[in-house]
DNA sequence: AATGAATGAGACTTCATTCAT
DNA sequence: CATGAATGAAGTCTCATTCAT
């Protein structure tokens, strides 16, 4: 039962998959307007035609590949442990985790990050959106994060929650961005300990102030 | 020392100029690509012959619209009081300058902050290249100041200078591109504010973090 | 004169007719070009390659719908009482039994005017040889019957029958042309009433032949 | 005075006119779709893309080839004398004349006749409706010679003068299609002087109108 | 016999760049 | 110096036809 996959439904599947994929690693190698169906398609290794029995347009794979990327994106951002941290050292935790989880998701594909960060928004006036979008999106989870963290009491009474949000998701995406040119490891570790430093010391409340050295 | 500039040569600087700024119009608001040399053309009132006569082609226009802006962006970064902030609230008050002037020049042409910020880097390899590189030279500038502030003491001595310089710049660029979608006044400084307290907060020692409520 | 005629054998010819109808109500509607192989299947039902199954080539059944069409067409007008009119009242009678004939077939299938008269010729230069190939037969059909007239002493002797012949179908054609565009019976019944009319006084009669020799 | 027409402008219109004449050439030859723009291009030795600066799309030179056409046949039609025929006679020269004149149009360029009469109503619904629209413009015309002739006396008076319109343009269709295919002038001489025999018979003459009524 | 995924040639169109005037 | 018509390469997409299942 519930396998209307046959053999061939399934071959599709993966050719459409592989399609996709490959047009990411085109998208972030060469841009997204350099990159031409014929590429993808000698990449595949399908003729110029079957790239229309999956895809309608050029445009159209274009926003599949954002809508797949940030789908993964958001998955790998939202699928963290359900409890919320109770405390300051539970957020760092936690912290630490989205953050590695993200520099797993670019440094896997460093192409994902290209396409996100330098050539997705400039494809289109609608695809622009749907990236300041995702940043949108990104910075609400952010505020539920943080809103928590005032509710537990280890984020500051008067933090602006929304605003902070956005400061924090900036410094991740500089993060991000900083990792596009230099993949060295530890340049990247340096960084993101220091964001999350940054985050405790200039987040939290008076209070929790004495346990801010950051291991990790 | 002379004055070389006869009346024609001041009229090409002229001309020169209004084409660069419409290029940059027109790469704001519509995008590099879906800009055509005609476009250009038509909206500075010239044939598309003359163009050619100013910039040897489109991507050279494109280079030069960059590096116009970014010399922009770092005159308007450096061109402070030249006497680096012995306080922490001297600090405070460059900071809220640097970001004021930021706002100035990205509110004053959106179009300006579209095409850095979303279209640049996505024109090719060489141009992400610059703009990666101008980032990278604005936390140099950023880390100075920051290596000073460490230096007079009021950020704490074992800050990562260069990390943190990469995180501050990171909050600036989430707030340049929060502008982008929503340019009301009232949001962009609820972010401004938040990210300065979040820098104080953040990056200051133990000892000088009793007056740190930020009025403006 | 055996029963060769299997169920499966009957079972293609009826695809086959189908198929063929559903490709005339295509080109009718759409126009042969604008009209895909996968139009007419998903219509139909089948698989795109059973198409081939059955035809050829595009232009296979495009030849097929043509000739079939025309062949009911040459039925209906053939398949008339074979004895020839005998007066010139039997003629009308009959002109009207071949008009209504024709109208029939083409306000019973709108879209089969549209394939003949607009669409079938434009196919191909063999298409449109067949076209006024069937024309001319058409007008090698009117000239026997306008022949019997002169012999039967109805029409005029000096009548040359083989143009006027073309210039009756032309009329006929002028009233399926007009029938495409507005289908009301009641301006096609005016228009049909005429044709006969002028053929009746253009084609018949003694008393006003003397002026008919034309200079010009 | 008034020679806005320089030497490049009028060069341009030349070019414009020979693109056009070609485009008639080829797609009376060869049909709207089998014809490309290349082959355009080529056969008046210019680039694709030079194409492109003198008509929007393909579509956009059938529709102005049609007009054209239309246009010269329109003229061909009303530029008569304007003093309208008085006597049967005079009418039988003016149809003669007329006749003359669309001959001409068609026999200097058999493309044209082609073009028209065969390819036009395929290339597109709205094609189809302009040249539906042409025949309608000229039954419309046609109606007027013949008004006038009922208002002369030398038509019958109870003459359907609309329908007898269509009639008698369905004859002149009709030899305009038969040159198509026999450009011999004899037979097209012959079939004209007998339309215009049916027609001087068949809408002409007091003598034999009293059996005229038709019951179906 | 039927399927429908795959093919690939070819169509139209755009646009950065050149060059004769 | 300015013009703008001309170029032609390259890109996206369609669709009749084939073939492995």
């Known amino acids: 039962m519930a396998q209307p996959l046959s053999r061939v439904e399934r071959r599709k599947q993966e050719t459409r998959r592989e399609i996709l994929d490959t047009a990411l690693a085109c998208f972030g190698e060469r841009g997204y307007h350099a990159t031409g169906i014929s590429d993808i398609a000698k990449?595949?290794?399908?003729?110029?035609?079957?790239?229309?029995?999956?895809f309608q347009s050029k445009h159209d794979i274009?926003?599949?590949?954002?809508d797949d990327l940030m789908a993964r994106l958001s998955a790998a951002l939202t699928?963290?442990?359900?409890?919320a941290p109770a405390t300051l050292s539970d957020y760092r935790a936690q912290a630490g985790r989205i953050t590695d989880t993200l520099t797993r998701?670019?440094?896997?594909?460093?192409?994902?990050?290209?396409?996100?960060?330098l050539q997705a928004a400039a494809i289109d006036d609608e695809m622009a959106e749907r990236?300041?979008?995702f940043?949108?999106?990104?910075?609400?989870?952010?505020?539920?994060?943080?809103?928590?963290?005032?509710?537990?009491?280890?984020?500051?009474a008067d933090l602006d929650v929304e605003a902070a949000a956005r400061a924090v998701n900036g410094m991740l995406l500089a993060a991000a961005m900083y990792q596009l040119r230099d993949p060295?490891?530890?340049?990247?570790?340096?960084?993101?300990?220091?964001?999350?430093?940054?985050?405790?010391?200039g987040l939290a409340g008076e209070t929790s102030r004495h346990d801010a050295r950051d291991g990790a």
Do not use: M, N
Not at 62 to 66: D, K, S, T
């Open 43 to 54: 990449r595949v290794g399908i003729a110029q035609g079957t790239f229309y029995l999956y």
């Open 62 to 66: 274009a926003e599949q590949v954002l």
């Open 79 to 83: 699928e963290l442990p359900p409890e």
């Open 105 to 117: 998701v670019f440094s896997d594909d460093p192409r994902a990050a290209r396409f996100l960060l």
């Open 131 to 133: 990236v300041l979008g």
């Open 135 to 156: 940043y949108d999106s990104a910075a609400a989870l952010q505020s539920s994060y943080l809103q928590h963290g005032v509710d537990a009491g280890y984020f500051r």
């Open 184 to 201: 060295a490891p530890d340049a990247f570790e340096r960084l993101t300990r220091t964001v999350r430093e940054i985050i405790y010391h």
